[in-house]
């Protein structure tokens, strides 16, 4: 079976690891961390990086960063994974789900202001001036867009809407590193970014997570946060609520080691992305995830969209192609179904009916490549 995304481990991940065990610095402490962090930080261009043991917690810690509560909405869009609605539930906050654009797949920004323009006013207090939902009441506290695939939207955009409604932004650039908009790194333009190493991602440490932001402020109370909130390095006084959500010295190091060969991991991935776009160009109705002006995408999961989707899916899968259907959206599991959804044609549906996911490994050979293709064109013409 030629997997759908598996990581690539050719540099020093083994030496690191085992200096973490020969030296015993195998847990939350040690310097592969702050190197981690800091070499995810220089990369994508952030001052600061808070590494964490997953993007999910990454992108919970980030609600609680920006005071997401119970009583506040948080808008994002409805096609996406679990985990960053997940992560707004967690604070007990209202999701806005926009549809999203039909062909590039993200937060489709004609609807979000449409949502902001006719369904909020501003306020202003003594505290600022803030963005309410005229149904509910409750304040609009932040945007959280998803770089959909490693693809992204038009940032340019979204940062003047958010500073019009006063929204703050948090950045699920979870697939994302690597990408850029108008040259600037994915999870750079809102407050706080978080990027994902899980199994699947661009690169991996296992599972991990790094929280990026400008923010000296945020990204010390990130850190705190993400460690018991201790005040003291000797006793154990905490001050306020805190997670263990720290990533640990061994994922770390394995994380110093990806990071290294990031740079030929990403230039991988646009070849990968590179082939599939010139071989499976007018094969069948495939239709490729549009590219927005100005962005330049990390291409970390190859994705179409066939109107035979299920078919293709069952016969990839027979005939040794690993491949997947894309998220459920938001809107139809059961958790969300009765959380405002801002839309006018449903294109989530369509998106989620008709898309697929193929091997897009960096490591994945010419050979491969090529089988994918030739299993694709069989597939359409029988
Ligand atoms: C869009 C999106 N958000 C959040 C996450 C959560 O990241 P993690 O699996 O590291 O918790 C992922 C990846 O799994 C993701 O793809």
Not at 145 to 153: A, S, T, W, Y
Not at 172 to 195: C, M, N, P, Q, R
Not at 206 to 231: M, P
Not at 363 to 380: C, D, N, P, S
């Amino acid at each position: 079976m030629i997997p759908l995304s598996i990581p690539k481990i050719e540099g020093n991940e083994s030496k690191y690891v085992l200096d973490c065990l020969t030296t015993g610095w195998i847990s939350s402490a040690g310097s592969y961390v702050t190197q981690f962090e800091e070499m995810v930080a220089e990369y994508a261009g952030a001052k600061y990086g808070v590494a964490c043991m997953n993007g999910t917690v990454g992108l919970h810690i980030a609600q609680i960063l920006l005071g997401v509560t119970a009583d506040v909405h948080v808008i994002a869009p409805n096609i996406t994974f679990i985990a960053t609605l997940n992560a707004i539930k967690y604070t007990g906050a209202q999701p806005i789900l926009i549809d999203v654009d039909a062909d590039n797949w993200q937060m489709d920004l004609d609807l979000l202001e449409k949502y902001l323009q006719e369904n909020t006013e501003l306020k202003t207090s003594n505290n600022g001036t803030f963005s309410f939902d005229k149904s509910t009441g409750k304040r609009v506290r932040a945007i959280m867009p998803v770089h959909v695939l490693g693809n992204i939207g038009d940032m340019k955009r979204l940062l003047a809407i958010a500073e019009q409604y006063h929204l703050d932004i948090i950045e699920d650039s979870t697939e994302a590193l690597g990408s850029t908009y108008d040259g600037k790194h994915a999870g750079t333009f809102g407050k706080i970014g978080v990027f994902s190493f899980n199994g699947n991602k661009i690169i991996s440490t296992g599972g991990g997570g790094v929280i990026v932001t400008d923010d000296e402020e945020i990204a010390k109370r990130a850190k705190h946060l993400t460690t018991q909130a201790k005040v003291s390095a000797m006793d154990y006084i905490h001050d306020e609520i805190g997670y263990n959500y720290r990533l640990v010295n061994v994922l770390a190091a394995i994380g110093v080691a990806q990071m290294e060969t990031f740079p030929e991991t990403l230039k991988a991935k646009k070849k990968m992305d590179a082939f599939y776009r010139e071989h499976l160009n007018g094969v069948g109705d495939i239709q490729f995830q549009e590219i927005p002006e100005g962005a330049d995408p990390n291409c970390w999961l190859f994705t179409f969209s066939t109107s035979r989707m299920r078919e293709l899916l069952d016969y990839l899968n027979q005939n040794g192609v690993q491949s997947r259907p894309f998220w459920m959206p938001m809107n139809q599991l059961a958790m969300f179904k009765d959380d405002i959804y801002i839309n006018k044609n449903d294109v989530s549906a369509s998106v989620y009916e008709n898309s697929i996911s193929i091997p897009s490994s960096a490591g994945i050979t010419k050979e491969q490549l090529e089988t994918v293709v030739r299993t694709i064109k069989e597939f359409y013409s029988k």
